[in-house]
């Protein structure tokens, strides 16, 4: 299903109080976009793919030119990048990992918290507008990456049996409920965990995007009549939300890759 172009932005532009037009709020149409290049019934391109492949561009190229001739006495640029790069490597990986186990993993691990942090930018970035996280696509596509990752790590350290038992939970102390904690284990372990990873960056994002189009609609849709006055108040909202946002779509993005650097530290701990 196809979203009509008319709104994309999820409101009419010419639609205020007391014009006999009801509030025209944010729903699921706000996340629906028409293609640039192709047909919904095949292959298509739109807006999301598009900033998701600009982020990527933007991401890559950044990193590129603050490392591509690297100074013993850094810029700006380059003082930028290390302190990023440094805050991933020192803040989460090591952190959770170990300096040991978690060198080679720092590659993928900064450059997940960086694609997925300017995913997020984007829902405050003028005309662009729109954070490429708050489809669950993206979301489940990183998720289904780490999980693999974990995956394949486990059954590597441990092999198959003792992968099973790392996943499981498995402790022959426990006795008579010992069947019961394999199963909410593994339940837990290989079919909850990448679910909820890819979920909770999808909702918060999701539910930032809509509360940010909603004090923005009303602002507009408020500029009328009586209803100036009110409309000052959700153009506050709209600047306090986006102040919000901004911490937000950082904290998810951090949130993300300490998970995935759980995930991996649990595959790589020891069973007992």
């Known amino acids: 299903m196809s979203a009509d172009p008319t709104q994309v932005l999820a409101f009419e532009t010419d639609c205020h109080i007391f014009d006999g037009c009801g509030f025209p709020g944010p729903g699921l149409h706000s996340f629906l976009f028409e293609p640039i290049w192709g047909d919904t019934d095949g292959f298509y391109f739109n807006k999301p793919m598009l900033l998701a492949l600009l982020g990527s561009i933007i991401v890559v190229g950044f990193f590129w030119a603050a490392f591509a001739k690297p100074k013993l006495v850094p810029g700006k640029l380059q003082m930028t990048a290390e302190a990023g790069y440094d805050f991933v490597r020192r803040g989460i990986v090591y952190e959770t990992l170990g300096k040991k186990e978690g060198e080679k993993y720092v590659p993928l691990m900064v450059s997940i918290f960086f694609f997925v942090w300017m995913l997020n930018l984007w829902s405050i970035i003028p005309i662009a507008q729109f954070p490429v996280t708050s489809i669950i696509a993206y979301p489940a596509a990183l998720a289904g990456l780490v999980y693999i990752l974990w995956m394949s790590l486990t059954f590597k350290r441990h092999g198959f049996v003792g ?22 284990e593994f339940l837990s372990n290989v079919i909850l965990r990448p679910f909820t990873h890819a979920v909770r960056l999808f909702a918060n994002m999701f539910a930032g995007h809509t509360l940010l189009l909603l004090f923005t609609i009303a602002s507009w849709y408020l500029l009328n009549g009586i209803g100036i006055a009110y409309a000052g108040v959700s153009f506050v909202m709209v600047i306090v939300m986006t102040g919000f946002e901004l911490f937000v779509q950082a904290v998810q993005a951090y949130v993300f890759v300490l998970l995935a650097c759980t995930f991996i530290q649990g595959a790589l701990a020891e069973h007992h």
Do not use: C, Q, R, W
């Open 163 to 184: 992968g099973l038992k790392n996943l499981t939970g498995y402790d022959k102390s426990l006795g008579a409920i010992l069947p019961l904690v394999m199963f909410i």
